[in-house]
């Protein structure tokens, strides 16, 4: 399946502006600076991981980005008129209804919006296929394993076609093998959809089998330490998991991070 | 294959006796309560004979039956008034309870402002409250109904407070990102998250609003206007009808039990896709 598609380029420096985020600072009402001069492009179509230790702020860039916070310095540019609506946002947990079923959790933001269920059924039937979920409709969250939970959250996050889907660590509570799956499964849906993604997680390995971008954060306070652009082509499958260019790009997101790590004074780093 | 099959389908001692044991703990579950109430009800008759004590201090277990029977009529109808109190007080405590709840969760100076006088309310006994009351109202219904409300509606509103209060917080900032208004959060976010609360305080309501109409009927009383379960106990004492006495008192305890059981049931039904509480445990 993901053989017979075009291969796609990352998102190149001609791709259009989608964001870009100009001197942003945070400063918690308890006196922690979150995050210090944050300055970032995101462009139309990137796949871009922020990668980082705990504490160095991805997570309060992304809830920036979401317009869930605010920052205290600096600007957020969007291109054009793109608003709430067009951001699709996955939590670390899948962050469910326990009581809706699937069906019900993923017509949740058309249903906010006004959509009646049956007007909403196709959108959230596509979804649902497009994230192996046929057949699941009816079931409640908690008949469901770890695994198809986040894929109803993605499909949840996607059901209103966004411009922009903002990940935080989504996959970091699964198991190794459902997380490959996912991972395949996600950046299916990317080469398909040719959306924006924001990807925050804490693996090397996995922010590079998937980015076009890695931008590596450092702790206290945060900030953009470095970043890299992983030129490996699109689709990208099982072999080039196992590949030595793979290797070679986790090696080098590896080193930056290393430093990263190392550039904070002190360099113990606990959760926030 | 077969070899694996045969181990499988074996269980070792220990899941055999732990199995024999749930078993019986089923069982058990049901028999050992009834036992004991039958040997209870055997040992009040005996007592009864023995000592030779007379029916209008404590009647033998087959005497009151008996009066239950004889005046169904009688007390069927005490029966209704008090159950009619009972649910309307019940009904009352929702609305009251929930709505409360539900205007307390909009904002927390609300929340600030009134909850404390809810505690007030819920502190002071009834009892002491019901003569202010009498002096207030004149219509015995209203009467009764306000002294049940106010004993029933306190556990629906702290419980329902709570769980509106209790809504995980990434599910709040989904809906922030959905633009969801304040009344959709509301619809179809936080009164659902608190649906296991409101059904815990109803339990504990539904109870209640019985005691409450009994005792309100029992202060009442005194006056001698009301015809519920209260009043038959009341005026069988002073006529010294104790098998009376205890056939009223005995259908209060059914009525009691049965309500309970009636809101565990709907509580059940409700919450058993989704709720641990409600959940089997898987071993």
């Not at chain 1, 009581?99 to 979804?127: C, H, I, T, Y």
């Not at chain 2, 009134?114 to 002096?135: E, S």
């Not at chain 2, 206007?225 to 098998?243: D, H």
Request: glycine share 6%.
């Amino acid at each position: 399946m993901i053989q017979e598609k075009v291969a796609r380029k990352p998102a190149s420096s001609e791709s259009p502006m989608l964001l870009s985020l100009r001197n942003v600072g945070k400063v918690f009402s308890n006196g922690v600076t979150a995050l210090s001069k944050v300055d970032l492009a995101i462009r139309e179509g990137d796949f871009l991981s922020l990668l980082g230790p705990s504490g160095c702020g991805k997570s309060t860039a992304l809830r920036l980005i979401a317009g869930l916070s605010t920052p205290t310095a600096g600007q957020l540019d969007w291109r054009g008129s793109i608003d709430r609506s067009n951001i699709g946002f996955v939590f670390q947990e899948p962050t469910l209804l326990p009581w809706a079923s699937v069906f019900d959790n993923v017509w949740l933001p058309l249903r906010l919006k006004g959509v009646s269920r049956a007007n909403a059924e196709p959108a959230v039937m596509e979804m649902l296929s497009r994230v192996h979920l046929n057949g699941f409709e009816t079931a409640v969250p908690r008949e469901l394993s770890g695994g198809m939970k986040m894929r109803v959250s993605i499909a949840r996050a996607m059901v209103t076609k966004p411009r922009i889907l903002l990940m935080d660590e989504p996959f970091a509570a699964l198991d190794e093998i459902t997380r490959f799956k996912l991972n395949n499964d996600l950046l299916e849906l990317w080469q398909d959809e040719r959306f924006t993604v924001v990807f925050v997680t804490h693996s090397v390995f996995e922010s590079v089998f998937l980015s076009s971008r890695v931008v590596v954060m450092a702790a206290r306070p945060g900030r953009v330490f470095g970043e890299l652009a992983i030129d490996a082509p699109y689709p990208r499958d099982e072999a080039f998991r196992t590949s030595p260019d793979y290797a070679a790009l986790c090696r080098q997101a590896s080193d930056v991070l290393v430093n990263a790590i190392n550039s904070t004074a002190g360099s113990h780093h606990d959760g926030h | 294959m077969t070899v694996i099959e045969d181990t499988a389908l074996k269980l070792d001692p220990e899941e055999a006796r732990r199995v024999r044991q749930e078993r019986l703990e089923r069982i058990g579950k049901w028999v050992l309560p009834l036992a004991i109430m039958v040997l209870a009800i055997w040992l009040w008759d005996r007592i009864c004979v023995w000592n030779e004590i007379p029916q209008y201090i404590l009647p033998r277990p087959g005497v009151v039956l008996q009066t239950l029977h004889d005046d169904a009529g009688l007390l069927s109808s005490s029966l209704l008034v008090t159950l009619r109190i009972t649910f309307l007080s019940l009904l009352l405590a929702v609305i009251g309870g929930v709505g409360l709840a539900v205007l307390f969760a909009q904002s927390k100076w609300v929340e600030m402002s009134f909850f404390p006088f809810a505690i007030v309310l819920q502190v002071t006994p009834i009892v002491a409250i019901f003569p202010l009351i009498n002096i207030y109202i004149n219509n015995q219904t209203t009467k009764l109904l306000l002294c049940a409300w106010i004993v029933a509606f306190f556990p629906i509103l702290s419980n329902t407070t709570l769980g509106l209060n209790s809504v995980d917080r990434n599910l709040r900032d989904l809906f922030k990102l959905n633009g969801a208004t304040r009344w959709q959060q509301l619809r179809y976010l936080r009164l659902p998250a608190a649906m296991p609360y409101f059904l815990g305080g109803l339990k504990i309501a539904g109870g209640l609003s019985l005691i409450g109409a009994v005792v309100a009927e029992f202060v009442a009383g005194a006056q001698g206007q009301s015809s519920g379960l209260a009043s038959r106990i009341i005026e069988a004492g002073y006529r010294l009808n104790a098998p009376r006495l205890f056939a009223a008192l005995i259908l209060i305890s059914l009525t009691g039990i049965l309500i309970f059981l009636v809101l565990s049931l709907v509580s059940h039904l409700i919450l058993r896709r989704w709720h641990e509480s409600a959940l089997k445990q898987e071993r």
